[in-house]
T-cell receptor, first 111, second 114 residues
Framework: DGGITQSPKYLFRKEGQNVTLSCEQNLNHDAMYWYRQDPGQGLRLIYYSQIVNDFQKGDIAEGYSVSREKKESFPLTVTSAQKNPTAFYLC??????????FGPGTRLTVT | AQSVSQHNHHVILSEAASLELGCNYSYGGTVNLFWYVQYPGQHLQLLLKYFSGDPLVKGIKGFEAEFIKSKFSFNLRKPSVQWSDTAEYFCAVKNQYNTDKLIFGTGTRLQVFP
């Protein structure tokens, strides 16, 4: 069964802690993406990766980091430097220049 | 910078009413256009897309969209909505020079009442 999995669905952290969100895909897509969704702001691109071992900053990369060591995996770390980390985080993947497919999301709450 | 505008933030309709959601983008070159839908508690999923050819695009669940290049628009339409169409709808654009970067609008929340 092909698709994109994100875990966990809900995540709670204390302020000042780094947290890593998981994203795995078995669609054999080359490109993977991380978005942040906030009410009334749509989806904003954090980071994206077109091939393994390479990634680019999106529009709101500050306070986030990523790695792409395997084609199937693109974890996102929300660092303590991110000023407003509470949000809904969506991972997506695509073939190069194709439409993006989205995972179910992780809702992160930092208190 | 490239941007996407969705002017309708919240739309409330009765079942069987017609729907049109506006989407305008700011980019003068070749674009690919998308409408995504997010049903309550579900994944964001693709409704329809335009890459080239016929500017009237048909998608899933009876939705369609028309690309009007002169107006930089890609409005979403459905002749008769159902309660199950209650969802958030996002327009998205990518340009010919950066085909991996998708720019999203802020979304339109549609509520359909029986």
């Amino acid at each position: 069964d092909g698709g994109i999995t994100q875990s966990p669905k809900y995540l709670f952290r204390k302020e000042g802690q780094n947290v890593t969100l998981s994203c795995e895909q078995n669609l054999n897509h080359d490109a993977m993406y991380w978005y942040r969704q906030d009410p009334g702001q749509g989806l904003r691109l954090i980071y994206y990766s077109q091939i393994v071992n390479d990634f680019q900053k999106g529009d709101i990369a500050e306070g986030y980091s990523v790695s792409r060591e395997k084609k199937e995996s693109f974890p996102l770390t929300v660092t303590s430097a991110q000023k407003n980390p509470t949000a809904f985080y969506l991972c997506a993947s695509s073939y190069r220049a194709g439409e993006q497919y989205f995972g179910p999301g992780t809702r992160l709450t930092v208190t | 910078a490239q941007s996407v505008s969705q002017h309708n933030h919240h739309v409330i309709l009765s079942e069987a009413a017609s729907l049109e959601l506006g989407c305008n983008y700011s980019y003068g070159g070749t674009v690919n256009l998308f409408w995504y839908v997010q049903y309550p508690g579900q994944h964001l999923q693709l409704l329809l897309k335009y890459f080239s050819g016929d500017p009237l695009v048909k998608g899933i669940k009876g939705f369609e969209a028309e690309f009007i290049k002169s107006k930089f628009s890609f409005n979403l339409r459905k002749p008769s909505v159902q309660w199950s169409d209650t969802a958030e709808y996002f327009c998205a654009v990518k340009n010919q020079y950066n085909t991996d970067k998708l720019i999203f609008g802020t979304g339109t929340r549609l509520q359909v009442f029986p």
